[in-house]
């Protein structure tokens, strides 16, 4: 059984994880808009192509992946705790909502 803080930080992190799907699509129209600027030197359309795409992809994945773990922790899945972990961590870096989501969320993982 899941503690009260333990669900108000999976909550959290499938905010966060929202969230950053949303900031990764701003992220597309800005490539977008950077390829239809430069559109007259293919070398460079087609690096920023490239380069937008692995960036998005592996974004995505990332933000689909600390979603689906948090989902996951709140079905119940004690094997889903060590990657929200992970997720808590990196998110110190992202001030001023990711230090306060990962800050809480690694009190309400590793108290225990």
Request: charge should be positive.
């Amino acid at each position: 059984m899941l503690g009260n803080h333990s669900r108000i930080a999976a909550i959290a992190h499938i905010v966060l994880g929202f969230l950053s799907l949303l900031l990764v699509a701003c992220l597309a129209v800005f490539f977008h808009a950077l390829a239809e600027i430069v559109r007259n030197a293919p070398g460079v359309v087609e690096f920023i192509t490239g380069a937008g795409t692995i960036i998005l992809g592996l974004l995505v994945a990332l933000c689909l992946l600390q979603i689906g773990s948090a989902i996951a922790y709140l079905k119940g899945s004690r094997a889903a705790r060590t990657p929200l972990i992970i997720f808590s961590i990196v998110a110190l870096f992202n001030v001023p909502v990711g230090t306060v989501t990962g800050g809480y969320s690694l009190w309400a993982l590793l108290r225990k």
